[in-house]
């Protein structure tokens, strides 16, 4: 198949397998640990820098930022500090939008990485938890956490994410 014709997921899938390779991907921690201890190793800190995020082996260049407007149902996969006051958190999007993506958060008044209008610490998040996102993106900016609601995903979460609609309903009356 001549390159021009290529799938562009083929494309893609190519592109990361080449960054995984120039990045030494699988001789490091987070490839080769398990996944229960990594979890533990990460939800023991508050957030990593930028420095460890790349000698454990995070595929941080996997998660984009995006351009949306919606709720998202999120699992928290990665916190890494990042510049001038801010925490960088690395999402596995389920439902609204599919996919990865990172999101930056900056630190509020009171010592906080909470979006505009809280809920959650992001820097106290655990890794592997799921949020309820609502997303906003301004002028064609990248998205960022507006707002977030942590959800038990095995129990009941239907009746969590309907909860959470009721009230951002509730508040536009």
């Known amino acids: 198949m001549p390159e021009d014709k290529k799938d562009p997921l083929d494309m893609l899938e190519q592109e990361i397998e080449t960054r995984r390779l120039k990045e030494h991907f699988y001789e490091k921690d987070y490839y080769n640990s398990k996944k229960e201890s990594m979890m533990d190793f990460l939800n023991s800190r508050r957030a990593l820098t930028l420095r460890q995020t790349q000698e454990i082996g995070f595929p941080y260049w996997e998660y984009p930022s995006i351009q949306e407007n919606i709720f998202c ?64 993106s301004k002028d064609g900016n990248s998205s960022f956490i507006e707002e977030i609601w942590a959800v038990d995903y095995d129990e009941n979460l239907a009746e969590a994410v309907q909860k959470i609609f009721q009230e951002v309903a509730n508040r536009k009356e």
Do not use: C
């Not at 690395?90 to 900056?106: D, V």
């Not at 509020?108 to 992001?122: C, Q, R, S």
């Open 73 to 136: 149902l999120g699992r928290l996969d990665f916190k890494e500090w990042g510049r001038h006051m801010a925490i960088t958190t690395f999402f596995t999007l389920e439902s609204g939008y599919f996919g990865q993506a990172k999101f930056s958060t900056f630190r509020g008044k009171i010592d906080f990485y909470m979006p505009t209008k809280g809920h959650v610490n992001l820097a106290e998040a655990e890794v592997g938890d799921y949020f309820v996102l609502k997303l906003k």
